[in-house]
């Protein structure tokens, strides 16, 4: 048989493939020696760890799975990294609340640190002095309550267009999970940058493809010593031109804020109390009197986290709230009623009585939190939408029952709860005042499909396409 000389590309190729394997085969074995200390955990195979057995289904379903074989402290290697994953609310206040400042470091992830300028955001900065500094900050400058409360005026014209849209398409099918995105979107952006702005489409979507991309499970992220099979996956060079993208449009907006407040310091005052975020962040900048001066790098790098935080999270949330009850119509019929009741006569919802739905209020909380807040040890029929279970329950969100923490608990618990909250609440709140609703084609309420899509936030697989009919009171 006549030898075959391989050509020179698949020469290259093999060696390049050689060289990573035995680079990962090295750094396999040093992890192999320092896992012996680590919790149990499923068998592994050599490079890949226990990657394979998070193929077939989404990661937090095959992770609870997982746990219910090895335990609620279990260790597992996806690639070349680490992993414990805690899956009862005991262990979980040890490591978020008793250890906390221990556990309170992030992970890199390959895209979310290209887009925050090198993790200098909130979400991402490694826990100590600057990440304590931008906290701060947050919390006693951008997301406050009184901060948040100026936005009101935001919300409503947002969601009153949203009303208005869907009015004027009343019988027909629309896509209710894009129009609510939209919405939350426009108002992360109008808080951010002000009302003139209108950089919805350019870096909304932005904002979506990093979402994805940010997942912690694509190959960048789980072989972080392998440059070569980062440059292999694309993942750098996908990320780059978002991030080119992304960083024209927040720097040209930075210059024109700045232009715009030097105009305003030289006598022209501005109206503090409707600041937008980039203009606090300017001022503060201006101010000069922090430890670490705010860069423009920070300043785009925390807007970030608005954009990220601010919108895809709540209207996924109102996404899914309004998916389970159109499949629940008994529960669809007792929020609506309760709306109905509690805005009987002002012909539409404001945020001033949203504090007495108590029982719409509850429809946002079981998609988050999935393993604790699944758990049948702690919850009677967990799967099952029964709002019910939170009436006099002494379970909150807010971080202190662990078997409930939608927005984290501990040191780098959520700081946006109230910016939060009232984008998920008034939404729904009009949509179940202003109208009744039907599942397009005929479809059974127990038919809609319910598969939930893998990312940073589990949305709905398929968006969510409804009927509206416009209620007969405010006809
Ligand atoms: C329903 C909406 C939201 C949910 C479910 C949510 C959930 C979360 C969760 C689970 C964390 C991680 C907590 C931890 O590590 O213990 C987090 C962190 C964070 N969220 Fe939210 N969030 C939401 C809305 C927002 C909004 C509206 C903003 C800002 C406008 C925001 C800004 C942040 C920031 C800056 C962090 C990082 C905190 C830190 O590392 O110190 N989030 N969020």
Same mark, same amino acid.
């Given at each position: 048989?006549?030898?075959?000389?391989?050509?020179?590309?698949?020469?290259?190729?093999?060696?390049?493939?050689?060289?990573?394997?035995?680079?990962?085969?090295?750094?396999?074995?040093?992890?192999? &020696?320092?896992?012996?200390?680590?919790?149990?955990?499923?068998?592994?195979?050599?490079?890949?760890?226990?990657?394979?057995? +998070?193929?077939?289904?989404?990661?937090? =379903?095959?992770?609870?799975?997982?746990?219910?074989?090895?335990?609620?402290?279990?260790?597992?290697?996806?690639?070349?990294?680490?992993?414990?994953?805690?899956?009862?609310p005991?262990?979980?206040?040890?490591?978020?609340?008793?250890?906390? /400042?221990?556990?309170?470091?992030?992970?890199?992830?390959?895209?979310?640190?290209?887009?925050?300028?090198?993790? =200098?955001?909130?979400?991402?900065?490694?826990?100590?002095?600057?990440?304590?500094?931008?906290?701060?900050?947050?919390?006693?400058?951008?997301?406050?309550?009184?901060?948040?409360?100026?936005?009101?005026?935001?919300?409503?014209?947002?969601?009153?267009?949203?009303?208005?849209?869907?009015?004027?398409?009343?019988?027909?099918?629309?896509? +209710?999970?894009?129009?609510?995105?939209?919405?939350?979107?426009?108002?992360? &952006?109008?808080?951010?940058?002000?009302?003139?702005?209108?950089?919805?489409?350019?870096?909304?979507?932005?904002?979506?493809? $990093?979402?994805?991309?940010?997942?912690?499970?694509? $190959?960048?992220?789980?072989?972080? &010593?392998?440059?070569?099979?980062?440059?292999?996956?694309?993942?750098?060079?996908?990320?780059?031109?978002?991030?080119?993208?992304?960083?024209?449009?927040?720097?040209?907006?930075?210059?024109?804020?700045?232009?715009?407040?030097?105009?305003?310091?030289?006598?022209?005052?501005?109206?503090?109390?409707?600041?937008?975020?980039?203009?606090?962040?300017?001022?503060?900048?201006?101010?000069?009197?922090?430890?670490?001066?705010?860069?423009?790098?920070?300043?785009?790098?925390?807007?970030?986290?608005?954009?990220?935080?601010?919108?895809?999270t709540s209207?996924?949330i109102?996404?899914?709230?309004?998916?389970?009850?159109?499949?629940?119509?008994?529960?669809?019929?007792?929020?609506?009623?309760?709306?109905?009741?509690?805005?009987?006569?002002?012909?539409?919802?404001?945020?001033?009585?949203?504090?007495?739905?108590?029982?719409?209020e509850l429809t946002r909380v079981i998609i988050n939190a999935w393993?604790m807040a /699944?758990?049948?040890?702690?919850w009677?029929?967990?799967?099952?939408?029964?709002p019910?279970r939170f009436?006099?329950c002494s379970s909150d969100f807010k971080g202190t029952n662990m078997e409930f923490i939608p927005f984290g608990a501990?040191?780098?618990m959520c700081?946006g709860i109230l910016?939060a909250l009232?984008?998920i609440e008034?939404?729904?709140?009009?949509?179940?005042?202003?109208?009744?609703?039907?599942?397009?084609?005929?479809?059974?309420?127990?038919?809609?499909?319910?598969?939930?899509?893998?990312?940073?936030?589990?949305?709905?697989?398929?968006?969510?396409?409804?009927?509206? /009919?416009?209620?007969?009171?405010?006809?």
């Amino acid at each position: 048989m006549e030898l075959q000389f391989p050509s020179l590309l698949t020469l290259l190729a093999s060696i390049l493939l050689l060289s990573i394997i035995l680079q990962l085969v090295k750094r396999s074995k040093t992890l192999e &020696s320092s896992i012996q200390q680590l919790p149990p955990g499923p068998w592994r195979l050599p490079l890949v760890g226990n990657l394979h057995q +998070l193929v077939g289904s989404l990661p937090h =379903r095959i992770l609870r799975d997982l746990a219910n074989q090895h335990g609620p402290l279990m260790h597992l290697q996806l690639g070349e990294t680490s992993n414990v994953v805690v899956s009862s609310p005991e262990i979980a206040k040890e490591i978020l609340i008793t250890h906390g /400042t221990i556990f309170a470091q992030r992970p890199l992830l390959v895209a979310v640190d290209t887009m925050t300028y090198g993790s =200098r955001d909130i979400v991402m900065a490694p826990y100590g002095h600057y990440w304590r500094q931008v906290r701060k900050i947050c919390t006693i400058e951008l997301l406050t309550a009184k901060r948040v409360k100026s936005f009101e005026s935001i919300r409503q014209d947002e969601f009153s267009n949203l009303v208005k849209f869907i009015s004027s398409n009343e019988g027909s099918p629309i896509n +209710l999970s894009d129009k609510i995105f939209g919405s939350t979107y426009g108002i992360a &952006s109008r808080a951010a940058f002000g009302s003139k702005y209108n950089v919805n489409d350019s870096y909304s979507s932005v904002v979506e493809e $990093i979402v994805k991309l940010a997942s912690g499970f694509s $190959i960048a992220d789980l072989y972080p &010593s392998s440059k070569v099979l980062r440059l292999m996956s694309g993942m750098s060079k996908k990320v780059e031109t978002l991030f080119k993208k992304s960083d024209a449009v927040l720097q040209g907006i930075i210059d024109e804020h700045r232009e715009r407040l030097g105009r305003s310091n030289a006598g022209d005052e501005g109206e503090e109390a409707n600041e937008d975020l980039i203009t606090v962040l300017l001022k503060i900048q201006q101010l000069g009197d922090l430890e670490l001066p705010l860069s423009d790098n920070d300043i785009k790098g925390i807007i970030w986290d608005v954009f990220s935080g601010g919108s895809e999270t709540s209207s996924t949330i109102v996404d899914w709230a309004m998916s389970e009850m159109m499949r629940n119509p008994r529960v669809l019929k007792k929020a609506q009623t309760e709306v109905r009741n509690v805005y009987n006569g002002k012909g539409d919802v404001d945020e001033a009585s949203v504090q007495e739905l108590n029982y719409l209020e509850l429809t946002r909380v079981i998609i988050n939190a999935w393993a604790m807040a /699944t758990d049948p040890k702690y919850w009677t029929e967990p799967k099952a939408f029964y709002p019910e279970r939170f009436l006099n329950c002494s379970s909150d969100f807010k971080g202190t029952n662990m078997e409930f923490i939608p927005f984290g608990a501990g040191r780098r618990m959520c700081p946006g709860i109230l910016f939060a909250l009232p984008n998920i609440e008034l939404p729904l709140a009009k949509l179940l005042y202003h109208f009744d609703w039907k599942l397009p084609n005929g479809m059974e309420h127990e038919s809609l499909d319910m598969t939930e899509a893998f990312g940073v936030t589990v949305r709905r697989k398929n968006d969510l396409i409804l009927i509206p /009919t416009i209620h007969k009171s405010f006809m």
